[in-house]
């Protein structure tokens, strides 16, 4: 698409685009932590281990799916945690979203893209493993700034009621989760 970037699952059931100006205002993020890695084992995805999960954060609002919305379903890892969002039809991990449509954020999988450096330069990499010392992250100040910077300015537009995720009137997502147990989760990592 000549105004956005183009975007599909495996299988090219589920299509869309992303926005120039969702583009131009997201984050490219690389996260290492063990619940992206379970998603994607989960979803029967490569084990990314010991690479990391690449991500684009940016606001729903720029995410048009213009195929296949009803192929998309809902994963968490727990009854609290991310909403992970796949397509159903191929088990391609789409996004992350947070638990409510008034919370503008998705962190989209980056290699929904042909090309994903045309999202552009990682600008943060997170949860980063250290032998015997806790995980650290590398431009998390960024990556924090972007996120609240972007849902404030979706918030005051109300532009986070454009979201292909929820049903904004009654708050809830447009699939049923899948909540893993926690040991259904501890099985993945093994």
Request: proline share 7%; with cysteine; aromatic share 6%.
């Amino acid at each position: 698409m000549a105004d956005g970037l183009t975007f599909s699952c495996k299988c090219g059931e589920v299509q869309g685009h992303l926005s120039v100006a969702a583009r131009k205002a997201g984050t490219r993020v690389q996260c290492f932590c063990a619940d992206c890695r379970a998603a994607e084992i989960h979803l029967t995805q490569r084990d990314p281990a010991p690479h990391p999960v690449d991500l684009f954060q940016t606001t729903p609002d720029g995410l048009h799916i213009t195929q296949g919305a009803d192929n998309l379903r809902l994963l968490r890892l727990s009854p609290r945690g991310l909403m992970r969002w796949y397509a159903g039809c191929c088990g391609t991990p789409i996004g992350n979203t947070l638990g409510k449509p008034g919370l503008p954020f998705v962190g989209l999988n980056s290699h929904l893209f042909t090309d994903p450096a045309t999202l552009g330069k990682v600008r943060a990499k997170a949860f980063i493993s250290r032998p015997g010392q806790p995980p650290r992250s590398k431009g998390a100040g960024r990556m924090a700034f972007g996120i609240v910077t972007r849902m404030i300015t979706s918030r005051l537009s109300g532009r986070w009621r454009e979201t292909p995720f929820f049903d904004v009137e009654s708050g809830a997502p447009v699939a049923e989760a899948e909540v893993l147990s926690k040991k259904a989760r501890d099985a993945l990592l093994r």
